[in-house]
């Protein structure tokens, strides 16, 4: 008896959500108009030569910082699928418009280019039965494949939408590419033009709406070094950065959210038998929780110049030590409340095609949004993918197309 209650009262929330949105129509609305339907047969009757595209995408190599040829590709394939004003942006992203009714909402619906494989790795696609084996084929070649799915449905289901759809194919998603894409895009590129932000990665049905960010240094500690006996008395880089590792490890991080520090290199000196001029060490601090990131990164500043004053005073400032910190690495934190329209809406999707849903967090091209308050989730391609950022990756694309549906019914749902 509960039961039914409660479904009554989730869905009489979520059509208030939709409501306080200025959402026209819910996701279980407009998954009975003939459009949608029609749109929903034409992702089925497309994804077997989909599934050539994301192959043939696959094949060309995209390795960090190197995403231009398949960036080429993408702006030809956006070209023939009738987007307009196709360009490719500063950074390299490729952009192309399918608008609307009105230029707003404008939802940026986009996937990755790059991949994590270095240069001169074999990205060829081998075939057994439903399964694609081939680095990339899944993160985020699946991206890539879903997003073209769901334009040339929308085209040949003739779906005119009340607002515009932005796609992009971005560069940089990846380890040290740090979110440049979207950095590029965000802030500058289509600054102040995007209402909601969706991107497709990887396989699966989830969707993530917490993104954790990271602020990563290289610190390097200096001094004038010296022979161990005859210059014995001066301060001693590796020595101060020893202090420094030891105060690190002690901060006291919260587990909700949680946060996180990790010294994860260390080199320097030269000689067992030399005071060294120089140490470094790699130092790598993760949080979804902005507030929570600039806290460990403020006590890890404080930790190194205490760690340098403490050595100089130790050693009476003979051969004075100095510390500096690059920032090599800094991925934006932050999170779409579950209880936003935009997770709602996601989660309204995936009920009205009978997928269960949980909510993830990672790292994804949505932080950037996210950070910014602007209305972003991340959500996954469909398929069964397996082995992700390894030389083995695979993907199953046993009913495969539930990932493009799912993401057609989202792109139509947030732009109504
Ligand atoms: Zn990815």
């Known amino acids: 008896m509960r039961r039914p209650l409660r479904r009554l009262h989730r869905?009489?929330?979520?059509?208030?959500?939709?409501?306080?949105?200025g959402l026209a129509q819910s996701p279980s609305d407009l998954l009975k108009s003939p459009e949608i339907r029609a749109a929903f047969a034409a992702v089925e009757h497309n994804e077997p030569r989909m599934i050539e595209t994301q192959v043939h995408v696959c094949e060309i190599p995209a390795p960090p910082?190197?995403?231009?040829?398949?960036g080429k590709e993408l702006e030809r394939l956006f070209n023939e699928a009738g987007l307009k004003d196709v360009r490719i942006d500063k950074a390299g992203n490729v952009i192309g418009v399918r608008p609307g009714k009105a230029a707003h909402p404008n939802l940026v619906f986009a996937a990755h280019l790059d991949t994590v494989f270095p240069e001169g790795t074999n990205v060829h696609v081998t075939r057994e039965g439903t399964l694609l084996k081939g680095p990339g084929i899944g993160d985020d070649c699946r991206g890539l494949a879903v997003m073209l799915g769901v334009i040339h449905a929308l085209n040949d289901a003739h779906v005119q939408t009340p607002g515009t759809i932005t796609f992009v194919a971005d560069v940089g998603e990846e380890g040290l590419g740090d979110l440049?894409?979207?950095?590029q895009l965000f802030y500058e590129s289509l600054k102040g033009q995007i209402d909601a932000f969706v991107s497709v990665d990887g396989t699966g049905l989830g969707v993530t709406n917490i993104g954790v960010g990271s602020n990563r240094y290289k610190v390097t500690f200096k001094g004038p070094g010296g022979h161990s006996y005859g210059a014995f008395g001066l301060a001693n880089p590796i020595q101060a950065m020893g202090r420094a590792i030891a105060k690190i490890d002690a901060f006291e991080v919260p587990t909700q959210p949680k946060?996180?520090?990790?010294v994860g290199r260390v080199g320097g000196g030269t000689s067992v038998n030399a005071i060294?001029?120089?140490?470094?060490?790699?130092?790598?601090m993760r949080s979804a929780d902005p507030a929570s990131l600039k806290a460990v990164d403020d006590k890890f500043h404080a930790a190194l110049k205490e760690a340098v004053d403490e050595e100089n005073a130790r050693w009476k400032n003979r051969g004075a030590v100095?510390?500096?910190a690059e920032l090599v690495g800094m991925r934006p934190a932050g999170q779409t409340p579950k209880d936003s329209p935009i997770v709602q809406t996601a989660l309204a999707v995936s009920r009205a095609l009978g997928i269960q849903e949980t909510l993830h967090e990672g790292s994804t091209d949505a932080n950037v949004p996210m950070n910014l308050h602007i209305p972003a989730i991340t959500i996954s391609g469909g398929g069964i993918g397996s082995g992700a950022h390894s030389l083995n990756e695979s993907f199953d694309t046993k009913d495969s197309w539930k990932g493009t549906q799912r993401a057609l019914l989202l792109a139509v749902s947030l732009v109504q």
Do not use: C, I, Q, Y
């Open 11 to 21: 869905s009489f929330r979520v059509a208030a959500l939709f409501a306080a949105a």
């Open 65 to 70: 910082f190197h995403e231009d040829v398949r």
């Open 180 to 183: 440049r894409g979207m950095k």
């Open 259 to 262: 946060t996180t520090f990790n």
């Open 276 to 284: 060294p001029f120089e140490g470094w060490m790699e130092v790598d």
């Open 322 to 324: 100095s510390v500096s």
